[in-house]
């Protein structure tokens, strides 16, 4: 990751990263009725709400990568390069050795397509949204997937620190600028055969004449363009606002994969300042720490449930 100078002594997302593991994590035996209950006052109580969006959420939403939908999507895939560890699902599928460029971008605009492109904002996220009238609300999201803004946030409050899927770079990161990629994946789709797309196709870093890649961080190469500095910057106005208020963090399907990016500065924020709570929805790692008290609460079940339930009882309030 590049590093980020300060800016007048604001909250920056670095800065932001430097959260530690907790060591008192405990699964919390509250009902999860009583446990619906606190966080829909949480919410209520609240003047600003951060969500911190991993891919949790969008699998709950039903957004699908494996299975059945890989193998009915992705089935010439497999059977070029055989069911292997990679090609189980889309996520592992991206690591795959591709043995040319026209084979890569053959894989990759599908995915772009299916994953984010063409994918249909979520009726979860349509409604998620409409649990914070009269809040301040900001996302800061790993998925690439774009949901947020097809449900209706506003750009401008949503930091998307991972890249996208509508974006490709110079794939060596040579200069910090995006190209957008959505009408380009759309001809390679129509154009792809065997796998592969036309040679005339792949392309071609406009100043060094390199490779191109997605605009994801997977590498020391990822680039983070003015619009992602914007971003940054908007993010750490917001943060350095509602820490003076009172402020809710809600975490939404943030595992244990990359948790140095929400989890742990999360949990950070909550330790150092008594008017932030956390609310953390995870099917399988809503773990929190137990030093907390009754400013965590995490909900082990099902997300999409979780967060019907919270917002009726919101509703209710």
């Not at 430097?18 to 919390?28: L, M, N």
């Not at 939908?69 to 189980?88: C, H, L, S």
């Not at 997977?218 to 680039?223: L, R, W, Y």
């Not at 971003?231 to 943060?239: C, K, S, V, W």
């Amino acid at each position: 990751m590049k590093k980020i100078k300060y800016r007048n002594d604001k909250i920056t997302f670095e800065t932001f990263l430097s959260g530690t593991p907790a060591r008192d994590y405990v699964f919390q035996k509250t009902p999860y009725e009583e446990q619906i209950r606190l966080a829909s006052q949480m919410l209520q109580d609240a003047e600003y709400v951060l969500v911190g969006a991993g891919a949790g959420m969008s699998a709950a939403a039903g957004a699908q990568y494996g299975g059945t939908f890989f193998e009915e999507n992705f089935g010439e895939f497999q059977k070029k390069y055989g069911k292997g560890p990679y090609m189980q699902d889309m996520y592992s599928a991206g690591f795959y050795p591709y043995p040319d460029e026209e084979s890569y971008w053959g894989y990759w605009s599908k995915q772009a397509i299916l994953g984010g492109i063409d994918l249909d904002v979520t009726p979860l996220h349509k409604m998620f949204l409409s649990m914070f009238s009269g809040k301040k609300i900001f996302v800061l999201s790993t998925n690439a997937d774009g949901q947020f803004v097809k449900a209706g946030l506003p750009e401008d409050q949503i930091f998307c620190t991972q890249g996208d899927y509508f974006h490709i770079q110079c794939g060596k990161g040579c200069h910090d600028k995006l190209y957008d990629a959505v009408d380009l994946f759309r001809q390679m789709d129509q154009a792809r055969r065997d796998c592969r797309i036309p040679i005339y196709m792949v392309p071609k870093c406009p100043v060094c004449g390199g490779a191109m890649d997605m605009n994801l961080r997977k590498d020391q190469h990822f680039v983070q363009d003015a619009a992602w500095y914007d971003a940054e910057q908007r993010f750490g106005d917001f943060l350095s606002e509602a820490e003076k208020g009172r402020l809710v963090l809600l975490e939404l399907g943030v595992g244990f994969n990359t948790p140095m990016i929400i989890r742990f500065p999360f949990e950070k924020l909550v330790r150092e300042n008594k008017n932030i709570s956390i609310i953390r929805l995870n099917l399988n790692e809503a773990v929190v720490p137990e030093s907390l008290g009754d400013r965590a609460v995490g909900i082990n079940a099902d997300m999409k449930e979780s967060i019907t339930d919270i917002e009726r009882c919101v509703a209710g309030m």
